[in-house]
């Protein structure tokens, strides 16, 4: 199994422009979280999904983020307009639902740098 | 909230033994998990423990869980180069399916 994918690895933009970021699921798997991890503030839970279905939204930051899932093995994470501040690697993870440990997968991250 | 606590740094020396300490508040945490971070990588689960457990071996990886102090730990025998990482402990209480980490414990061992 591939694992989680994310795409893109990096990515450079300046602020106000719209950013989006990619997550394949692993096959199987139907709970997505998405997480940012800053040097201030560590490994923040942003939103997550069970069976396609946003959960719990309460860690995203404002407006300006937004998550879907167009299926069941993908999803995205929409900043616009980006700012500085929105600098940090952001990482998904997948979880097995029906699993009984919960154990989260994660990917490797997109780190993203608003200028 | 539930919180989850963490030392931010630990240093050994290449043969020595690591302990990596974790307090958490969630009374009704059911499963606690350890996660190894490698710079510039994701979280990669090391173990977990149930909650009804107060021990966990794996190889060199030791858990230990203290359900009444809410301490848990992770012990990393003969501790290699390698290992330096960064730690998170997590848990998942009986509300949800979602994960609470620590800020994470970054090891440094010196060879």
């Known amino acids: 199994d591939a694992g989680v994918i994310q795409s893109p690895r990096h990515e450079v933009t300046e602020m106000g422009q719209e950013v989006t970021l990619r997550c394949k699921l692993i096959s199987g798997h139907n709970s997505l979280f998405w997480y940012r991890q800053t040097m201030m503030r560590g490994l923040e839970l942003l939103i997550y999904f069970n069976n396609n279905v946003p959960i719990d939204d309460s860690g995203m930051p404002e407006d300006r983020f937004s998550a879907k899932m167009p299926n069941a093995s993908f999803s995205t994470l929409k900043i616009q307009p980006s700012e500085p501040r929105d600098s940090a690697v952001y990482f998904c993870?997948?979880?097995?639902?029906?699993?009984?440990?919960?154990?989260?997968?994660f990917g490797p991250g997109t780190r993203l740098t608003v200028l | 909230g539930e919180d989850v606590e963490q030392s931010l740094f630990l240093s050994v020396r290449e043969g020595d033994s690591s302990v990596i300490n974790c307090t958490y508040t969630d009374s009704s945490s059911t499963y606690l998990y350890w996660y190894k971070q490698e710079p510039g990588a994701g979280l990669q689960l090391l173990t977990y423990?149930?909650?009804?457990?107060d021990m966990k071996q794996d190889q060199r990886l030791t858990v230990l869980l203290n359900k009444k102090d809410k301490h848990l730990s992770l012990r990393i025998a003969d501790t290699q180069t390698g290992d330096s990482a960064i730690y998170f402990c997590?848990?998942?209480?009986?509300?949800?399916?979602?994960?609470?980490f620590g800020g994470g414990t970054r090891l440094m061992v010196k060879p």
């Open positions: 993870a997948s979880s097995p639902l029906a699993g009984h440990t919960d154990t989260q997968y």
């Open positions: 997590a848990e998942r209480g009986n509300a949800g399916n979602m994960l609470t």
């Open positions: 423990i149930f909650s009804n457990m």
